[in-house]
C-alpha cells in the first residue's frame, strides 16, 4: 500500500506540476463557461452539462493520452516495470489521478454555472451527476488509450484526440442540439459515445432524475469502455517506439 500510495503521488505531482494540465483543466473550462455565457447566457443551463461532458471528453482523449505518452517517453514506465509494483497498482494508480483531476474539473465548471448563471444544483443532481461524469470519464480514458497505444508521441497524440474531440463536440449535443444537425447525421448521433454521456449527465444535473433511457446509455458506455480497453491493453507498451 506505501508503494501504491507513493506512486500515485508522484502521478499526481507530474500532472500538476505541468502547465499545460493546470490550463487546460483548471483554467480553460472556467474560461470557456465565461465566453459562452457572454454569448449565450440564456442557454446556460442547456449547455453547463454539455461544457462538463466536452471536458471530460478532453481530458480523457488528449489528457490523460498524453500524459500516458509523456510517461514512457521519459522512461518513467521503462523503470516502473524494472521494480516490483504489480501492473494492476499502476493501473488503478493511473486513474485514480486521472479521476480525481477529471472530477475536480467537472466540479468548477458546476460551481462556474450555479453562481453565474442559475444553473440548478441540489442534492440529489449532485448525487446522479457524479457517478454519470466518473463513467464517462472512465469511458473516455479508455478510448485515450488506444490513441496513446498508436501514437508515437506526445504531440501526436494531442493533435489526433483533439481532431476527435473537435468532431464530437459540434455533434453529440453537447453545445449544438441534435435537431439543428442534418438528417442523415442525426442517424448515427445517438450511437457516439459522447452523446449518451451528455443526456445522463444532463437529466441528472437539470433535472434530477435519470433520464429515461438511462440503461440504454449506461450499457452503450459500457461497451465502448469495454472495447477500448481490450484494444489499448493490446495496444499498450511500455517503451516508446523506435
Same mark, same amino acid.
Given at each position: ?37 457572454? =454569448?449565450?447566457? %440564456? ?45 494492476? %497498482? ?14 475536480? %474539473? ?8 450555479? =453562481? ?81 454521456? =451528455? %443526456? ?43
Amino acid at each position: 500500500m506505501k508503494r501504491f500510495l507513493i506512486l500515485t503521488k508522484s502521478l499526481a505531482l507530474i500532472q500538476l506540476r505541468n502547465g499545460a494540465v493546470l490550463f487546460w483543466n483548471f483554467a480553460f473550462p472556467v474560461l470557456l463557461m465565461l465566453i459562452y455565457g457572454v =454569448v449565450m447566457s %440564456q442557454y446556460m443551463k442547456y449547455m453547463t452539462p454539455g461544457v462538463i461532458v466536452l471536458n471530460a471528453l478532453s481530458f480523457g482523449l488528449v489528457g490523460s493520452s498524453t500524459m500516458m505518452l509523456e510517461l514512457r517517453e521519459k522512461s518513467i514506465l521503462r523503470r516502473l516495470q524494472a521494480t516490483t509494483l504489480p501492473a494492476w %497498482q499502476l493501473i488503478t494508480s493511473y486513474l485514480l489521478v486521472n479521476i480525481v483531476i477529471g472530477t475536480i %474539473q467537472s466540479t468548477l465548471i458546476l460551481i462556474v454555472g450555479a =453562481v453565474f448563471y442559475e444553473v440548478p444544483v441540489s442534492a440529489t443532481s449532485l448525487l446522479l451527476v457524479y457517478p454519470m461524469i466518473i463513467i464517462s470519464l472512465l469511458t473516455f480514458m479508455s478510448l485515450g488509450g488506444i490513441i496513446s497505444g498508436v501514437a508515437p508521441k506526445a504531440g501526436t497524440a494531442t493533435a489526433v484526440g483533439m481532431t476527435i474531440y473537435f468532431l464530437l463536440m459540434f455533434i453529440s449535443d453537447m453545445v449544438f442540439p441534435v435537431s439543428s444537425l442534418p438528417d442523415n447525421v442525426k442517424e448515427f448521433v445517438p450511437y457516439l459515445p459522447a452523446y449518451p454521456a =451528455v %443526456q445522463l449527465v444532463r437529466s441528472a444535473m437539470i433535472d434530477a432524475t435519470l433520464d429515461e433511457k438511462w440503461v440504454t446509455y449506461l450499457l452503450l458506455l459500457a461497451a465502448y469502455g469495454v472495447v477500448a480497453t481490450l484494444i489499448a491493453s493490446r495496444l499498450f507498451r511500455w517503451e516508446p517506439k523506435a
